[in-house]
């Protein structure tokens, strides 16, 4: 069965700090991987998502991210963090049986100035 | 242009109750999925539907739970005889189909009392 693992339900940095959110997949297929962000109160947005091309994908606001497979992870980086990137962020993988997305538990990101 | 749209932002209604929650897709996408998510479970697929084909039910957690998609555009997911453990938040989400990226609705938060 597919499944996401993110460590550490909170990460906190400094404005300006490398902000790195990990993910790691299970699947017995390519798989299409997601990274998501969701604000207080608000929808899932999608941030970027990797679906077999270029294994270093960038995404909107200064993010990237990496699918390593040997590994199993693709982990969410930003070089300089902004107090606006404070927010819940999820790692998903699309099923293998259907389209839906399986979605990690989530990491809160905290920003301090 | 608008993105999914989700009423009743919020909902508060009584055990034994039924709910109805309604999802308004992005005009032209096929594929429509509803989600919960809460605080124990994290984010979990509950159905899916594309085009004209029999929906994937698959992540219905019992069968209180129903969904329709009526004319390939709005859906309403139905909850029957509510319970304090369907308090969540409910996600619709849309896409062109299921080779395309999700776009979500803000949610409703069903509070069962």
């Known amino acids: 069965a597919q499944s996401v693992t993110q460590l550490g339900s909170h990460v906190s940095v400094s404005e300006g700090a490398l902000v790195l959110l990990r993910c790691n997949y299970s699947?017995?297929?390519?798989?299409?991987l997601f990274w998501y962000v969701q604000y207080p109160n608000q929808g899932l947005q999608l941030l970027l998502k990797?679906?077999?091309?270029?294994?270093l994908v960038k995404g909107i606001n200064g993010f990237e991210a990496e699918f390593k497979k040997s590994e199993t992870s693709f982990h969410l980086t930003k070089p300089s963090a902004h107090m606006s990137d404070a927010a819940e962020y999820f790692c998903?993988?699309?099923?293998?049986?259907?389209?839906?997305?399986?979605f990690g538990k989530g990491t809160t990101l905290s920003v301090s100035s | 242009g608008a993105g999914v749209s989700q009423s009743p932002s919020n909902k508060v209604t009584e055990k034994g109750k039924d709910v109805e929650l309604r999802c308004d897709p992005i005009?032209?996408?096929?594929?429509l999925y509803w989600y919960r998510q809460s605080l124990g479970q994290g984010l979990e697929f509950l159905i899916y539907?594309?085009?004209?084909?029999?929906?994937?039910k698959s992540g219905l957690p019992s069968d209180r739970f129903s969904a329709e998609r009526t004319g390939g555009s709005v859906s309403t997911l139905t909850i029957q005889r509510t319970q304090q453990e369907d308090s969540a938040v409910y996600l619709c989400?849309?896409?062109?189909?299921?080779?395309?990226?999700?776009?979500f609705g803000p949610g409703t938060r069903l509070t069962v009392t």
């Open positions: 989400a849309s896409s062109w189909d299921y080779t395309y990226e999700q776009y």
């Open positions: 699947s017995s297929v390519p798989p299409y």
């Open positions: 990797y679906t077999s091309a270029a294994t």
């Open positions: 998903a993988v699309r099923r293998q049986a259907g389209t839906a997305l399986i």
């Open positions: 005009s032209g996408h096929t594929a």
């Open positions: 539907f594309q085009g004209n084909s029999a929906p994937d």
